[in-house]
């Protein structure tokens, strides 16, 4: 930013200059506040037992465990994991006449800034982790096969949302084998 701003850059106006400097200062005040926001949402998450739970699954960071425990809490609501998915709006949806039946997208049901995360964290594990002793990944990775890559995010992304209310029902953490 210096050299766009210095004298020896003719090319711009001083009104150019300036607002090009103050931009830089609006974006750098804005990135030292995400910073901050980031370390104060990593402090929570770490001092939350149910999120520290959470963070034990892979694709799920102090965002979507935070989003998480802040939409379902305990988890006292829902019977069974499949119920945790179907709220999420992570499943497909179902179509039935007598004995003929298709599924088709996903319902989109639910929180939809937690459907983001949780289809972002999947997209993350499928592309980043190389885990091989890891079965829910090793599942996804012959889904991605099978299906198609899109099908199964969406598909991890639910089996991700299950899993971690398996684990805040059990108290436990996140074993891959």
């Known amino acids: 930013m210096g050299e766009v701003t210095s004298p020896e850059c003719s090319g711009l106006t001083p009104l150019t200059k300036e607002q090009l400097c103050q931009a830089k200062k609006d974006f750098d005040h804005l990135t030292m506040r995400l910073?901050?926001?980031?370390?104060?949402?990593?402090?929570?998450?770490?001092?939350?037992?149910?999120?520290?739970?959470?963070?034990?699954i892979p694709?799920?960071?102090?965002l979507t465990a935070t989003a998480t425990i802040n939409a379902i809490g305990r988890g006292e609501q829902f019977d069974h994991a499949r119920e945790v998915a179907v709220w999420l709006g992570v499943t497909p949806r179902q179509y039935a006449s007598g004995e003929k039946g298709h599924m088709s997208g996903i319902t989109k049901r639910g929180d939809r800034y937690l459907r983001a995360l949780y289809i972002h964290g999947a997209r993350a594990v499928l592309r980043v982790c190389k885990r091989p002793d890891d079965p829910v990944l090793n599942w996804a990775r012959r889904l991605v096969a099978r299906r198609g890559k899109h099908k199964a995010i969406v598909a991890l992304a639910s089996r991700m949302a299950r899993l971690a209310w398996t684990l805040i029902q059990k108290q436990e953490v996140y074993r891959a084998a």
């Open 35 to 56: 910073d901050q926001l980031n370390k104060q949402l990593r402090e929570i998450a770490l001092n939350s037992p149910l999120c520290r739970l959470l963070l034990t």
């Open 59 to 62: 694709g799920i960071g102090y």
